[in-house]
């Protein structure tokens, strides 16, 4: 199937190059359109000849701040002396090359649009869609990476993320995505509940006769995990004496049954969850190293809800319509939306959940969700000002500037370019609503946008 990708030449002395790569692509099967930078869609291929503040400004708006996939493919290998590969990635390229040290550059372009085409047909999808709500780019990130990770290798996978973030249904997207693995078992051992004297038998199994009250032979989780996967879950609660159990089952894909001088071999693929910081546990002494390596081939870090705002109201209209499945939608009156956007979620999403369901079981009649069908204890105790946007977060954001050595002036540039860039996304690139939403005319909104942009 044809790949359909942008392809835009930052700079007018390199149209060229531009389409000498545009017929080289044409032979792999990309097909290549002109970029238009007020309605950027899908992945595509920023060709510039030297890397700048208007470069990386330019980047930042046609990624959607690292939203859409971009290949920032430098001329010459000059263009990328130091430090400039990461500002690239930082502004949101997805990779960053030079066609200088390439023998075939088409080729590999049309390889990454072809990874990247294929992670996001399945980011789309109704099975990850229906399943992990939300389309913030946070959000979108780890999903791209969860999926990636899931359909494209068989490693070891580490969640993390704090309580109610959603690592179960991530730990079930990969075994479902995984070509190996899907059509067997997953195998969920909760390490919080596991007795440290029968952790053994939990584990690996055991033997008749093995242990008093071991009246007949049972399978462990390895057992039973074999041609599947096995979900670890709170890894990081593990004893240290109970972590070392697990060394050669997980290294070398063998074990003991309780009972038995046996080897038996089991084929899964691991998944791992936990809300600790296990590099810092390892530095504690608290995880072992070894371990913890073994474990970590790859980790995923799913973002709380406060880091995803603009996924709130979408994951209550799901919440709403799992109460009521077969009943219209129901609205949600504008003081009640905006108590929800501004309400601490310390449950992260479960919490979000239960919330709806209280809210969801106290509404009567076909009107919207008003303020009364919130319940009491949920109530603030004082209005919700204006200002509380404004919070420890904001503060910490520019404090970090100012310790990068960042004056006033840069500052409030970037924050009037984070917050045009965040409500065109938002707006999905429609002018007229970004700046209704910023509160300036839609002159304003273009005479900004086309000062930045070099010719």
Same mark, same amino acid.
């Given at each position: 199937?044809?790949?359909?990708?942008?392809?835009?030449?930052?700079?007018?002395?390199?149209?060229?190059?531009?389409?000498?790569?545009?017929?080289?692509?044409?032979?792999?099967?990309?097909?290549?359109?002109?970029?238009?930078?007020?309605?950027?869609?899908?992945?595509?291929?920023?060709?510039?000849?030297?890397?700048?503040?208007?470069?990386?400004?330019?980047? @930042?708006?046609?990624?959607?701040?690292?939203?859409?996939?971009?290949?920032?493919?430098? =001329?010459?290998?000059?263009?990328?002396?130091?430090?400039?590969?990461?500002?690239?990635?930082?502004?949101?390229?997805?990779?960053?090359?030079?066609?200088?040290?390439?023998?075939?550059?088409?080729?590999?372009?049309?390889?990454?649009?072809?990874?990247?085409?294929?992670?996001?047909?399945?980011?789309?999808?109704?099975?990850?869609?229906?399943?992990?709500?939300?389309?913030?780019?946070?959000?979108?990130?780890?999903?791209?990476?969860?999926?990636?990770?899931?359909?494209?290798?068989?490693?070891?996978?580490?969640?993390?993320?704090?309580?109610?973030?959603?690592?179960?249904?991530?730990?079930?997207?990969?075994?479902?995505?995984?070509?190996?693995?899907?059509?067997?078992?997953?195998?969920?051992?909760?390490?919080?509940?596991?007795?440290?004297?029968?952790?053994?038998?939990?584990?690996?199994?055991?033997?008749?006769?093995?242990?008093?009250?071991?009246?007949?032979?049972?399978?462990?989780?390895?057992?039973?995990?074999?041609?599947?996967?096995?979900?670890?879950?709170?890894?990081?609660?593990?004893?240290?004496?109970?972590?070392? $159990?697990?060394?050669?089952?997980? %290294?070398?894909?063998?074990?003991?049954?309780?009972?038995?001088?046996?080897? %038996?071999?089991?084929?899964?693929?691991?998944?791992?969850? !936990?809300?600790?910081?296990?590099?810092?546990?390892?530095?504690?002494?608290?995880?072992?190293?070894?371990?913890?390596?073994?474990?970590?081939?790859?980790?995923?870090?799913?973002?709380?809800?406060?880091?995803?705002?603009?996924?709130?109201?979408?994951?209550?209209?799901?919440?709403?319509?799992?109460?009521?499945?077969?009943?219209?939608? =129901?609205?949600?009156?504008?003081?009640? @939306?905006?108590?929800?956007?501004?309400?601490?979620?310390?449950?992260?999403?479960?919490?979000?959940? %239960?919330?709806?369901?209280?809210?969801?079981?106290?509404?009567?009649?076909?009107?919207? =969700?008003?303020?009364?069908?919130?319940?009491?204890?949920?109530?603030?105790?004082?209005?919700?000002?204006?200002?509380?946007?404004?919070?420890?977060?904001?503060?910490?954001?520019?404090?970090?500037?100012?310790?990068?050595?960042?004056?006033?002036?840069?500052?409030?540039?970037?924050?009037?370019? !984070?917050? =045009?860039?965040?409500?065109?996304?938002?707006?999905?690139?429609?002018? $007229?609503?970004?700046?209704?939403?910023?509160?300036?005319?839609?002159?304003?909104?273009?005479?900004?946008?086309?000062?930045?942009?070099?010719?």
């Amino acid at each position: 199937m044809a790949i359909n990708a942008w392809i835009h030449c930052f700079e007018k002395g390199h149209l060229q190059a531009q389409k000498a790569l545009i017929e080289s692509l044409a032979q792999t099967g990309i097909n290549t359109s002109n970029l238009d930078p007020n309605t950027p869609r899908g992945s595509g291929v920023l060709l510039f000849g030297q890397v700048s503040s208007p470069l990386c400004d330019f980047l @930042r708006e046609i990624s959607r701040g690292g939203y859409e996939r971009v290949l920032a493919l430098a =001329i010459t290998r000059s263009a990328l002396l130091e430090d400039a590969i990461w500002h690239l990635l930082r502004a949101g390229a997805s990779d960053v090359f030079t066609l200088d040290d390439s023998a075939n550059a088409a080729g590999e372009i049309a390889a990454r649009l072809a990874r990247w085409d294929a992670v996001d047909q399945l980011v789309e999808s109704s099975l990850v869609r229906d399943n992990l709500i939300g389309q913030s780019r946070a959000w979108t990130s780890v999903l791209r990476s969860i999926v990636e990770v899931a359909r494209f290798t068989d490693d070891a996978v580490l969640l993390l993320g704090e309580s109610g973030t959603g690592k179960e249904l991530a730990a079930r997207l990969i075994h479902t995505l995984d070509p190996h693995r899907s059509k067997r078992d997953l195998v969920i051992l909760d390490c919080t509940t596991l007795v440290p004297e029968l952790s053994g038998s939990e584990f690996f199994g055991h033997e008749r006769g093995a242990f008093t009250g071991a009246v007949n032979p049972r399978d462990g989780a390895f057992a039973l995990a074999n041609g599947g996967t096995l979900f670890l879950d709170e890894i990081g609660e593990l004893p240290m004496a109970l972590q070392a $159990q697990l060394l050669r089952a997980i %290294q070398e894909h063998t074990y003991k049954r309780v009972g038995s001088n046996n080897w %038996q071999h089991t084929d899964f693929r691991l998944i791992c969850a !936990t809300n600790r910081d296990l590099q810092q546990e390892v530095a504690n002494g608290r995880f072992r190293p070894d371990l913890y390596y073994r474990i970590a081939s790859w980790v995923c870090k799913l973002p709380p809800l406060r880091e995803r705002t603009e996924d709130i109201l979408p994951l209550v209209c799901y919440f709403l319509q799992e109460l009521a499945p077969d009943e219209a939608m =129901i609205e949600l009156d504008e003081p009640v @939306r905006n108590y929800l956007l501004k309400r601490d979620y310390p449950g992260n999403v479960r919490d979000l959940r %239960q919330l709806m369901a209280r809210i969801g079981h106290r509404h009567v009649g076909p009107g919207p =969700i008003t303020v009364g069908d919130i319940p009491e204890e949920e109530r603030p105790l004082v209005d919700l000002a204006k200002g509380d946007w404004c919070d420890a977060r904001f503060e910490q954001a520019i404090r970090h500037a100012l310790v990068l050595g960042e004056g006033l002036k840069e500052i409030s540039h970037k924050a009037t370019e !984070t917050a =045009i860039r965040i409500a065109l996304g938002d707006e999905e690139g429609n002018l $007229q609503r970004a700046a209704r939403k910023l509160g300036v005319t839609d002159r304003a909104l273009q005479m900004r946008r086309a000062n930045r942009r070099v010719p």
